[in-house]
């Protein structure tokens, strides 16, 4: 099993920037690809950024040159630097990762992130 931890959500005005972490436990090893989700109210949940153990990077159009996901192997943690935020960025933040093992994927708790105008 692997526990994921996020930290870092808040409130902060259009343009501004957030870091979120999302700190890993457990059977770091069966770790494979990352990633962090974003649930906004009344919408599915869609994928923000991915990261693969090779260190690929994959992001949704919505946020391209605007976030940074990143790990720290050493750390066992994850990160999504967030700049330029806009209010269409507001939603609770989740941090997943994709398991080698069963149950083969593992969620965080989730972190809200809202951006005012």
């Known amino acids: 099993q692997v526990q994921l931890v996020e930290s870092g959500g808040g409130l902060v005005q259009a343009g501004g920037s957030l870091r979120l972490s999302c700190a890993a436990s457990?059977?770091?090893?069966?770790?494979?690809?990352m990633g962090w989700y974003r649930q906004a109210p009344g919408k599915q949940r869609e994928l923000v950024a991915l990261i693969t153990s090779g260190g690929t990077t994959n992001y949704a159009d919505s946020v391209k040159g605007r976030f940074t996901i990143s790990r720290d192997n050493v750390k066992n943690t994850l990160y999504l630097q967030m700049n330029s935020l806009k209010p269409e960025d507001t939603a609770v933040y989740y941090c997943h990762a994709i398991l080698q093992l069963r149950p083969f994927s593992s969620w965080g708790q989730g972190t809200q992130v809202t951006v005012s105008s």
């Open positions: 457990g059977s770091i090893f069966s770790i494979n690809a």
